[in-house]
Structure formats: C-alpha cells, structure tokens
C-alpha cells in the first residue's frame, strides 16, 4: 500500500492543523493506522494509532487530550486533527500502517507501510 500524507503547515500555538494520509494499492481497511512525528536532532516518536474499523484509538501522553485520530474506509483516509498546538509540536509528521490487531504498538519498526512526510510548524 502507497501511503500520502498532506496537510501540514505554518501555525501559531494554540491553533489547529488537520493532516490527511491517503492510502492506494491496497486494501486500507485491513490495515490498522499511525501517526509518529520526528523533530530535528531527535528520533522518531509515536503519536497515534487507530484500529482497522476506527471505534479505537492510542494516544503518546504528550498530545493526548489535545490530538484526534480518526479515519474513513471509504475514502481511504486516516486524519490526525491537531488542537492547541505547541511550539514543540514542530516536526515532519509520518502516517504509517500495519497488518496487526494489537491497538497498542508505539515502535516504528512495527509498521510495514510509511507515508513521505509533511511538515508541521508551531510558531510561538
């Protein structure tokens, strides 16, 4: 499966951003979806992940409360809608998909499928 995400941009704290991945190749609805972002200098984190019929979702506590993940098998679509941004909310975000059932896999070595990126930044 092609994975391609969208949406990012230039925003000031507190504002929100909604990313789009679009998936082709495959069948979207078998895969469950993440999303993990990457700062400069630092490593790959996780930030989300959503089951493969979208009724359940896993947070990072750094962006729980302020984050939502959600997806639409028909459109073969997983979104990230991102509130209250902060300043070190500032990285490329990553979509990312894999075949398991497990709702919590948070290591990106788990998933087989990434999408090129797209870059998010907070101004403060």
């Known amino acids: 499966v092609q994975l391609q995400a969208s949406g990012g941009g230039l925003v000031q704290a507190g504002g929100s951003l909604r990313l789009s991945c679009a998936a082709s190749?495959?069948?979207?609805?078998?895969?469950?979806m993440g999303w993990f972002r990457q700062a400069p200098g630092k490593e790959r984190e996780f930030v989300a992940r959503i089951n493969r019929s979208g009724n359940r979702s896993y947070y990072a506590d750094s962006v729980k409360g302020r984050f939502t993940i959600s997806r639409d098998n028909a459109k073969n679509t997983v979104y990230l809608q991102m509130n209250s941004l902060k300043p070190e909310d500032t990285a490329i975000y990553y979509c990312?998909?894999?075949?398991?059932?497990?709702?919590?896999?948070?290591?990106?070595?788990?998933?087989?499928?990434w999408g090129q990126g797209t870059l998010v930044t907070v101004s403060s």
């Open positions: 990312a998909g894999d075949l398991s059932t497990a709702l919590v896999i948070t290591t990106a070595s788990r998933y087989d499928y």
């Open positions: 190749g495959g069948t979207f609805s078998s895969y469950a």
